[in-house]
């Protein structure tokens, strides 16, 4: 298998296509030759510096990421960009980005996990963004606290990021928009629901929610996007008969 056939078959599993009008970033393959044979794909959620040197440093011809270098408008290649393209191009490393593609996939996406960690049933899209629903919303049965919640979505016993527990004690229902949508919350309450989970808070929510009587998680931008890189990694190894690695690099944000 070579780069140009990897980036086809998560093109077409990820459905990156449908989220061209949609997303920022430029989903795809973003930097390397579409000729250059592939048999090690690193997987992390940032293509920041430090995971392209410990791709390098592992032997991998391509590097996987949720969020990746270019975000819907040119930049110079100057500085952090020059650092983070030149260890690239002189690892001989290849980079692909999927990012809303990688939220939103309805088994494999960060939000799916998720949700499946959550123990959500009769599960539902949530969370429009530009008129596609990104996140999921479900049904708890039985019933679970908020601390519950977070065990089950945190298992490390990482402790979320901010918590509002002004919602039922027990929670029979909740949504989920993985990274940075507390915005998202006000969806949540207009659709009723006890629980609403996402990466990260706003000062601007606090009273709204409050007055709302919802509970609300903000379990760590980081922590809640790594769900998704690592089910495709595992996806490649048992389809494509890669090796694969996931690269942590947690920003405790």
């Keep these: 298998m070579d780069i140009g056939e990897f980036a086809r078959w998560a093109d077409q599993l990820l459905a990156v296509r449908d989220f061209r009008s949609l997303d920022d970033s430029l989903n795809g393959l973003q930097l390397g030759r579409s000729d250059v044979p592939v048999r090690t794909v690193a997987f992390a959620v940032d293509a920041c510096y430090e995971s392209i040197m410990r791709a390098r440093e592992a032997g991998a011809q391509l590097l996987f990421v949720h969020h990746g270098l270019f975000w819907g408008k040119p930049v110079p290649i100057t500085g952090t960009m020059h650092k983070r393209i030149a260890a690239l191009l002189e690892g001989g490393l290849a980079l692909y980005a999927c990012h809303l593609p990688l939220d939103a996939h309805a088994e494999l996406g960060n939000n799916a996990c998720l949700a499946r960690m959550l123990g959500l049933t009769d599960v539902k899209p949530f969370g429009v963004y530009h ?10 049965e039985p019933a679970i606290t908020v601390d519950q919640a977070i065990e089950r979505i945190l298992p490390g016993n990482e402790g979320a990021r901010t918590v509002y527990p002004f919602g039922p004690k027990l929670c029979s229902s909740a ?11 006000f969806q949540a309450i207009d659709e009723g629901v006890d629980l609403y989970i996402t990466g990260e808070s706003s000062h601007s929510i606090y009273h709204g929610v409050m007055e709302a009587g919802i509970n609300v998680v903000s379990a760590g931008h980081y922590a ?13 190894a048992r389809e494509l008969g890669l090796q694969t690695l996931f690269i942590e690099l947690p920003t405790g944000l």
């Design 131 to 140: 008129g596609v629903p990104i996140g999921f919303k479900g049904t708890l």
């Design 175 to 185: 949504a989920l928009v993985s990274g940075g949508a507390p915005f998202e919350a």
């Design 224 to 236: 809640t996007e790594t769900h998704g890189v690592r089910a495709v990694a595992e996806r490649a």
